[in-house]
């Protein structure tokens, strides 16, 4: 078992997070208990996140909030809303030493240098969608530190590559609230029970369906894309694969995950990097992916072994059920022989 994993848990339906967690703990004879903390104070942060998303309409906290982060987009009052409250959560647990959020430039170092973990977080994904009600997400993503603890954390702690996870997950503000997560045995998902506050076990070991019949992507980049992405979206359309695109990539990753699809977000000649960052939407997702039997690739590369050379880095992505991301792949090492 590597550390900071754990065995396959058989639990039944209905359990708490909670105990979901103090269970894989006990499976662990030398965790001392502060990895089973850190996902309670992030599970802790998104109840109080979810809160704040559903009186969005009631309560003045949609909209724009006046302000970039450090990619020049608009920070909703929502985006800041949730970042403050995961870093605040994550601050307060005391187990973490080092925290990249998407809202920040640099990496934020908590003040608790014996603090064993870093976490990625993008703390609210697809936050163009709050102002038309439609689910949004969180998506986070936790390592053991390289530096040692007592000391203050370094750039060196997050940007690890995405096989070093420990864990990984994330939290569906949909329909209803679900958190999935990852500890490198599987993956498990929980729905949130809103009158009494807690999330229960409601998709245990959740496997991809291998082939699927969806694709995602934001097709009016057409013209702009690779041309193995242009032939793969001409297969989809002669297969009569559905096109379904939330423009929340949580939202659209969960609905492909269930049901078996593809998402796509491909480097373009707008974006020559595609869009979506590694630390906190590429690899977290990936983890969960291929925990799930699926795979994630940024063309020909497991999108897990790309190591990325700074916070923000951004990536194409192309992450789903295996056999429709082996066909993307085919088609990335066609370009070869085209050119
Ligand atoms: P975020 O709200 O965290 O900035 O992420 C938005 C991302 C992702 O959720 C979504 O899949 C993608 O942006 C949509 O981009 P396009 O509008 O370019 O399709
Ligand atoms: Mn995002
Ligand atoms: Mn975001």
Redesign the pocket.
């Known amino acids: 078992m590597k550390d900071g994993q754990f065995d396959q848990l058989i639990l039944p339906i209905g359990t708490t997070l909670d105990r979901f967690i103090n269970t894989q703990q006990s499976n662990f004879p030398f965790a001392k208990g502060e990895f089973s903390q850190l996902l309670r104070d992030i599970a802790i942060a998104s109840k109080i996140v979810n809160r704040e998303i559903n009186r969005a309409g009631l309560t003045n906290i949609s909209g724009s909030y006046g302000t970039q982060n450090g990619h020049g ?1 608009d920070q909703q009052k929502l ?1 800041v809303v949730a970042n403050v409250r995961f870093i605040r959560a994550l601050k307060n647990g005391g187990e973490v030493c080092a925290i990249a959020s ?1 809202e920040d430039e640099e990496l934020i170092d908590t003040g608790n240098h014996n603090g064993k973990y870093v976490v990625a977080i ?1 703390p ?5 969608n709050i102002d038309v009600n439609v689910a ?2 969180t998506i986070f993503s936790i390592y053991r530190r390289v530096t040692p603890t007592g000391t203050p954390p370094t750039s060196e702690d997050i940007l690890q590559g995405g096989t070093k996870q420990v864990a990984a997950g994330y939290i569906l503000y949909g329909s209803s609230t679900m958190m999935v997560l990852t500890s490198g045995a599987g993956v498990d998902g929980f729905t949130y029970e809103p009158s009494l506050g807690e999330y229960y076990l409601s998709h245990p070991n959740m496997r991809m369906p291998k082939k699927g019949k969806i694709y995602s992507i ?1 097709e009016s ?1 057409f013209a702009q894309f690779p041309q193995a992405i242009k032939e793969y979206l001409r297969y989809c359309h002669e297969e009569n694969y559905s096109a379904r ?6 939202a ?1 990753f969960h609905r492909n995950l269930l049901k078996g699809g593809i ?1 796509m ?1 491909p480097q373009s000649t707008k974006n020559p990097e595609g ?2 960052r590694l630390l906190y ?1 590429c690899f977290p997702l990936a983890f969960i992916v291929e925990q799930a039997g699926g795979m994630a690739i940024d063309g020909e590369q497991r999108i897990l072994e790309v190591i990325p050379t700074k916070l923000h880095k951004r990536s194409p992505l192309h992450i789903g059920s295996a056999d429709m991301v082996k066909t993307v792949k085919k088609h990335f090492l066609l370009d070869h022989v085209r050119v």
Do not use: A, P
């Open positions: 987009e985006d998407e993008d609210l994904d697809g936050s163009s949004v997400g934001n980049g695109y939330i423009g929340s990539f949580v659209d998402f977000y869009k979506l939407e």
